[in-house]
Every structure is written in C-alpha cells, then in structure tokens.
Nanobody, 121 residues
Framework: QVQLVESGGGLVQPGGSLRLSCAASGSILRFRFDTMGWYRQAPGKQRELVAAITGSGNTNYADSVKGRFTISRDNTKRTVNLQMNSLKPEDAAVYYC?????????????WGQGTQVTVFS
C-alpha cells in the first residue's frame, strides 16, 4: 500500500504564496518512475488537475495556473511540492496529491486526504 500525506495548506490573502508538500510512504519502490499530480476541488465544482510531473521531471499545468504555480519532486525524499504564487480567490479549494502507478491500466491509483487552501481579503 502507498500512503500520501499533504501539508502546507492554510489561509492567505490574494497575491500571497503557499507551498504545498506531499510525502509518500509504504510500498513505493518505483516512486521515481511514476507520475505525480496535484488536483483541487472547490465547493460545488468538478475536481480538476492543476499540475503533473513525470518521474523524469516533465511537467504540465492547467491554463489557469500557468506562470503562477510550480510543481517539483524529490525522488530521494519521495516528495512532491506545489509552489503557489500570486494566489487568487478562485484558487481556494481542497488540494489533493495523487500518484499514477504506471504499471497499472488505471489512472491516479493513490490519493492523499487533501489540504485546505483558503484565499481571502
């Protein structure tokens, strides 16, 4: 089993920054090969993928966060981070860390419990 634990959420004013972290543990011998992603879900809205990073470091971002968010990973520490700058009220959501085990045919096989990001004036 793989466990993912997010941290770093909190309260921030518009224009502020937060850095989210996700720590992986358990049976993750292939962590460095698998894709990691950050999703978010605001109340009443569909869960959306905001950023993803492959084992080799290739990244992709939702258009709404390009230029403001940066995803990174440390395969030695088995962590993935999301640096969020210039935060907007519409960024407020629960942010989830997810891992896609590329050995399976299913997507996003493991999920964290989420961390709340609140943006307010």
């Amino acid at each position: 089993q793989v466990q993912l634990v997010e941290s770093g959420g909190g309260l921030v004013q518009p224009g502020g920054s937060l850095r989210l972290s996700c720590a992986a543990s358990g049976s993750i011998l292939r962590f460095r090969f698998d894709t990691m992603g950050w999703y978010r879900q605001a109340p009443g809205k569909q869960r959306e993928l905001v950023a993803a990073i492959t084992g080799s470091g290739n990244t992709n971002y939702a258009d709404s966060v390009k230029g403001r968010f940066t995803i990174s990973r440390d395969n030695t520490k088995r962590t993935v981070n999301l640096q969020m700058n210039s935060l907007k009220p519409e960024d407020a959501a629960v942010y989830y860390c997810s891992l896609d085990d590329l050995r399976t045919t299913t997507l996003w096989d493991y999920w964290g419990q989420g961390t709340q990001v609140t943006v307010f004036s």
